[in-house]
């Protein structure tokens, strides 16, 4: 975060060329934001800011926090994912007082964003956009700064899991049901698969997620 507060100024010169402080975040006003889809997370513990001679505050704060996010997983597991991140301010009305602003260009963010975070979990980090728009409650106007994150899920590990063994499972089915064996060969081969089949349904159940209004395909099939 960075603001300006034209009545933190000095001259360095009269200071020792001191030009900037740190300070804690309680010494000034800061900018009182939070983030809507946040379900919990832990606070920073890094609550100080730097002021500059010329007013300008600038405060650098780690969060983790847990967010919502609506699924879409119909094309499980080579979906993409959006989520949303909103910063908002409900204290202040964007009319008279108070106005968000990005700093950083989504190309930038998204550079730096694919620098920092993990490169070998489930998920691949694709793109950032920025929405900047003004929300209207009880007659006023807040400022908020959306961020929609995009997101591949690597479906590595469920086509060999998954998608390969009800294959195999299928092309038996076939070959068995069609092939020259006897009626009853053919019955407890049937059976072997309708109990393979049922192991791989609990597999897959308790592997999709379940935060979805339509149901992936792979699962419905």
Known sequence: QEWQNPF????????CNISEIVLPMDTYWSPPIFILERVNGQNPELNYMVLMHNGTFNSTRPYQVTLTCSLV???FPFDTQMCNLSIASFLYPVVTDFVMKTRRTPAEIVRDSKS????????KFT????IEFTEMMDDKGFSVVTYVISMDRRPTLYILNLILPTCALYLLDMAVLFGPSSLE?????????????????????NSLPTSSNKPPIIGTH
């Not at 920092?116 to 998920?123: A, Q």
């Not at 060969?185 to 897959?204: D, R, T």
Request: charged share 20%.
């Open 8 to 15: 933190a100024t000095w001259d360095p010169r009269d200071f």
């Open 116 to 123: 920092l975070i993990l490169t070998d979990g489930e998920w």
């Open 73 to 75: 997983i119909f094309k």
């Open 127 to 130: 793109n950032v956009s920025i």
């Open 185 to 205: 060969e053919k019955i407890n081969f049937q059976i072997a698969i309708i109990l393979g089949s049922s192991m791989l349904a609990v597999i897959l159940n």
